[in-house]
């Protein structure tokens, strides 16, 4: 089992920058596939980015692509999404999941776990 907590959202101008965190708990963090999904009022909840556990796979939705960073500290059990150039349309709940299994989606229904998620907002 793997419990995911999530942190670091906030209310931010546009073309500003914040972090969100994830920090999970469970023997299968280490060898899980770690991923970051977003949803809006109204919308489905949608890809963000995933990380593999050995930090060798990294993949992007392309509208985060160039100005979003996935990244992960194994030691202290976390993932980190950066998120620089940050627009208006960015403003969602960001949910952090993970995959015991290790695989590469972009499906939600890949991922076992979910945090309770982090509201960023974007102002114009």
């Known amino acids: 089992q793997v419990q995911l907590v999530e942190s670091g959202g906030g209310l931010v101008q546009a073309g500003g920058s914040l972090r969100v965190s994830c920090t999970a708990s469970?023997?299968?963090?280490?060898?899980?596939?770690m991923a970051w999904f977003r949803q809006a009022p109204e919308k489905e909840r949608e890809f963000v980015a995933h990380?593999?556990?050995?930090?060798?796979?990294?993949d992007y939705a392309d509208s985060v692509k160039g100005r979003f960073t996935i990244s992960r500290n194994n030691a202290v059990n976390t993932v980190y999404l950066q998120m620089n150039s940050l627009k208006p349309e960015d403003t969602a709940v960001y949910y952090c999941?993970?995959?015991?299994?290790?695989?590469?989606?972009?499906?939600?229904?890949?991922?076992?776990?979910w945090g309770q998620g982090t509201q960023v907002t974007v102002s114009p």
């Open positions: 999941a993970a995959d015991r299994f290790g695989r590469i989606s972009r499906d939600r229904g890949t991922y076992d776990y």
């Open positions: 469970g023997r299968t963090f280490s060898r899980s596939t």
């Open positions: 990380i593999t556990w050995n930090i060798a796979n990294t």
